[in-house]
């Protein structure tokens, strides 16, 4: 099993940017491809960020693209957001998301509220 502790999360206004950790613990070389989503109450779990087992950044949803990167360091265990310009819509809660031998293990999620 793998499991996967966030950090990173918090309050920010309008503007500035934050980083958010994800550190992945267990059999993590089972682990395959890595990815963030966020989630606001009322709505549908959305893709934010994803990247392979290699390290390559694969998809961003289309809300972040250009403001959002990912990147990956298999020699920690690590898969970081760094989310630059924030709006209050990026306002959710974000989980880590891992798939590891074909079961797909998920972070608890920090918070991030963006205020005005």
């Known amino acids: 099993q793998v499991q996967l502790a966030e950090s990173g999360g918090g309050l920010v206004q309008a503007g500035e940017s934050l980083k958010l950790s994800c550190l992945a613990s267990?059999?993590?070389?089972?682990?395959?491809?890595m990815a963030w989503y966020r989630q606001t109450p009322g709505k549908e779990r959305e893709l934010v960020a994803r990247?392979?087992?290699?390290?390559?950044?694969?998809e961003f949803g289309d809300v972040v693209k250009g403001r959002f990167t990912i990147r990956r360091d298999n020699t920690k265990n690590t898969v970081d957001l760094q989310m630059n310009n924030l709006t209050p819509g990026d306002t959710a809660v974000y989980s880590c998301?891992?798939?590891?031998?074909?079961?797909?293990?998920w972070g608890q999620g920090p918070p991030v509220t963006v205020s005005t």
């Open positions: 267990g059999k993590t070389w089972t682990i395959g491809g």
């Open positions: 990247i392979t087992r290699g390290g390559v950044p694969r």
């Open positions: 998301y891992a798939q590891a031998h074909g079961f797909a293990s």
